[in-house]
Each structure stands twice: as C-alpha cells, then as structure tokens.
C-alpha cells in the first residue's frame, strides 16, 4: 500500500517563476493538505482540499493556489515566486470523513524547493 | 505570542536515560494535541495524540496534557540514539477543520 507520495521531491527554480507541486494521497485517503516548512521551523499550514474544494485556508497570500482532482490527487501552485518561497513543501492527507475530530495525518515526503 | 511555542533545544540525555519534551499554546479552545517526530531530511511521523487532561502512555512514550496550564509534554523513557529527531507539538484549534499548527521543534539527541 503506497503512502502519501509526492514530485518532484527537489527543484530548483528563480524569482518570478511559477512552480507546480503534485501530491498523490494514501489509499483510502480523501482530504489533502498541504503545508510549508522553512528550514529550522515546523510546517505552516496552507491550505486543505476535500471533495474537490479549498476547504480551509491558512495565512498565505493569493500566490498560493491548489487544485484537487476526482482522483483525490492534489496540486499546489505557487507564482511569482519569491526567495522567501524557499522551503520543504509537505503533502498530508487523511482518513476518510471530514468531521470535527481530527485524524491521523499522513505526510509525503516533501518537495523541496529552491528559490534563487 | 506564537500560538504553539517549544523550546528548540538541542536536548542532550545519554542513552537510557528520560528525555522531557514541552510545549505550551495560546489558544484556550485548542482540542487537540498531538507530537510528531521528525528525523533530518524526512517527513513528519505522528507518535502521540492527546485529547483530554492527565497522562496517556504508548509504550516508551508519555504524553501529558493540563488545559488548565496550556502545557502538553512529551516523555521519553530509556531513550535510545535512534530517539535523536526533531519533535513537533501540533495543536489543532478548535475550527472544525483539520488544520494542525505546529511549533517550532525541539531537536532532542541522544549519546550513547
């Protein structure tokens, strides 16, 4: 049984490009986040996507977007890419059901991304 | 005031030996309480939940939790070098929605 899995896992981009993240969920997993780390911080949370919505929303500005397929895959995009935007970006999903007790979080093994 | 705040350490316990882990939040209405264990160059791995106040154990693992106080913890008994790992506290505020805000990390190592 494939975990979270996420691509590509390094690239290296500059300022002002735009670059697209994949995520592919466990089995049997429906909801997709997707959260940020900088080096030497914990993940910031971006956002969530559940049946094909954005859900919840952390405090990440417009150039920040995702997608969610019928297949519960997700991307992440990001444009105008800033040196800031430098960071492991991690892919989490969970269980089946979106209700208000929290599950398990499974991550990806991130996609790490630098920005010159 | 950062919503989850941990000590980022390095921690240093010789092996065998109890390593105590803290962390405090800000949001009172915080429901949930989990830690996660993240070794250099990977992802994070859940270890504990939390949900209600006192102790729960898993094995090696404690976690304690006072709402009261804010504080969660995280106790690692006969620690072993493979313990060594950043160790994220994840608070997930009461939104109804899966969001988990992690603090910093603490980097615990263990010598042998």
Known sequence: DAGVTQSPTHLIKTRGQQVTLRCSPKSGHDTVSWYQQALGQGPQFIFQYYEEEERQRGNFPDRFSGHQFPNYSSELNVNALLLGDSALYLCASRQQGFDFIPGELFFGEGSRLTVL | ?112
């Not at chain 2, 989990?34 to 898993?58: A, V």
């Not at chain 2, 939790?65 to 608070?91: E, F, G, H, M």
């Open chain 2, 1 to 112: 005031q950062k919503e989850v705040e941990q000590n980022s350490g390095p921690l240093s316990v010789p092996e065998g030996a109890i390593a105590s882990l803290n962390c405090t939040y800000s949001d009172r209405v915080s429901q949930s309480f989990f830690w996660y264990r993240q070794y250099s160059g990977k992802s994070p791995e859940l270890i504990m939940s939390i949900y209600s106040n006192g102790d729960k154990e898993d094995g090696r693992f404690t976690a304690q939790l006072n709402k009261a106080s804010q504080y969660v913890s995280l106790l690692i008994r006969d620690s072993q070098p493979s313990d060594s790992a950043t160790y994220l506290c994840a608070v997930n505020l009461n939104t109804g929605f899966q969001k988990l805000v992690f603090g910093t990390g603490t980097r615990l190592l263990v010598s042998p």
